[in-house]
């Protein structure tokens, strides 16, 4: 029932409550745009014989962050990065760290399928209660996002037997973070008429879909998800 009214209820995106909760989502949103342009550069680095390709990812990102950027301007809303820098600090140090180590497995898992899954989740929820402005430019880059999603599944599909045992760790390391960072915006995310439940369920959807891409079998999916829960 408290669905039902929600749905149905008016948005006021210009109402101090809105706008307050937009202040963080919006943030996460451009912050990790950019975290997500800087890490498929350096995964350009890492796959030299996908460098360019990856390049061309790096770009759509920060193209991704200026749309988000006239979002936040459009509803005249300043984003607060600090807040954003801290919500994405754990997937980022074990990126940065990974990426350090040369582990290209691992950086594909965070930034490929964990991340990208998330954003497809979070943009695929978002779009029907976005004002008419951020729909448009958000229907614009989820599209994108599955082929950032694809890059990696297909790397690591033609790389599967021996990637399986560093994705399992990397696994079992970062997906418990993903679900402390939905329990951060759970709050925000109900102020813009945004579900948590729908985004779990969304993002299971999209991560299991892609390990089976890869190769895990149904068993292995199931193992792999139940981490999550140990947040
Ligand atoms: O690959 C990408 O473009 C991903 C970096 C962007 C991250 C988006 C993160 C969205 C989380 C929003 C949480 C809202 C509840
Ligand atoms: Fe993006
Ligand atoms: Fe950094
Ligand atoms: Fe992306």
Redesign the pocket.
């Known amino acids: 029932m408290q669905q039902l009214a929600d749905q149905f209820k008016e948005l006021d995106f210009k109402s101090e409550t809105y706008k307050d909760a937009y202040s963080r989502?919006n943030a996460?949103?451009i912050?990790?745009?950019q975290?997500?342009h800087e890490?498929y550069i350096t995964l350009a680095e890492l796959l030299p014989e996908s460098h360019d390709e990856l390049i061309r990812l790096s770009k759509?990102?920060s193209r991704?962050k200026k749309g988000f950027e006239a979002c936040g301007r459009n509803l005249e809303v300043t984003p607060d990065l600090q807040f954003a820098k801290e919500f994405f600090s754990g997937l980022h140090q074990n990126f940065q760290t990974a990426a350090a180590e040369g582990k290209v497995v691992t950086c594909l898992l965070i930034?490929?399928l964990i991340?990208?899954c998330?954003?497809i989740?979070?943009?695929n929820?978002?779009i029907p209660v976005a004002d008419a402005f951020a729909r448009k430019i958000t229907e614009g880059?989820v599209k994108?996002?599955y082929s950032?999603l694809n890059f990696g599944e297909v790397w690591l599909k033609e790389h599967f037997t021996e990637s399986k045992a560093e994705l399992e760790l990397a696994n079992r390391q970062n997906l418990p973070i993903v679900w402390k960072?939905?329990n951060q915006?759970?709050g925000?995310?109900h102020t813009?008429a945004?579900e948590?439940d729908a985004?779990v369920e969304d993002f299971m959807i999209q991560y299991g879909e892609a390990l089976s891409n890869i190769g895990f079998t149904t068993r292995d999916i199931m193992r792999l998800s139940a981490y999550g829960l140990i947040a």
């Open positions: 989502i996460i949103v912050e990790g745009e975290e997500a890490n759509m990102e991704h930034q490929s991340i990208e998330f954003a989740a979070a943009y929820i978002y880059v994108e996002e950032h960072m939905l915006v759970e925000d995310a813009m945004m948590k985004l």
